[in-house]
């Protein structure tokens, strides 16, 4: 396993009820009400909250790739996430597909940048090897 030398930030929240409760984040910047997948209740679900942030780190893991290869990105470029909770053996799994789009750059520069961000995104390496994961570019 790979070990922290520096911490950077550290996210801190306060969760309630679980699938049907809320959370909090410590500096009072995140605070939702929760409700479980396909509810009709207000509320998001963890799926939700975490194609979101990963989503969002995939895309600062592309700019500190092209950043450092000198490629400008697009300014509309967009990851789409799905998050599949389902069932299998042992129980619950997750599963994902990133559908990433970079308009207006040539599809192996675009490939590339992704294969590359897929290596050094923190949520990619925490999920290597643990779900089912594909990445698309549009």
Request: charged fraction near 20%; glycine fraction near 10%; hydrophobic fraction near 40%.
């Amino acid at each position: 396993m790979t070990q922290i030398d520096r911490v950077l930030y550290t996210a801190s929240t306060h969760t309630i009820g679980g699938r049907d409760g809320a959370a909090r984040s410590s500096d009072g910047q995140l605070d939702i009400k929760l409700s479980p997948p396909g509810s009709a209740a207000a509320g998001t679900n963890p799926e939700q909250l975490f194609a979101a942030g990963w989503s969002a780190c995939f895309i600062g893991a592309m700019s500190h790739v092209a950043a450092s290869r000198k490629v400008a990105l697009p300014k509309d470029l967009a990851v789409d996430a799905e998050v599949d909770l389902g069932t299998g053996e042992g129980g619950f799994l997750l599963r994902a597909r990133l559908n990433v789009s970079l308009p207006g750059l040539d599809a192996e520069t675009a490939q590339s940048i992704v294969d590359a961000a897929h290596q050094v995104c923190p949520y990619s390496r925490a999920t290597r090897g643990n779900i089912d994961v594909t990445l698309t570019i549009a």
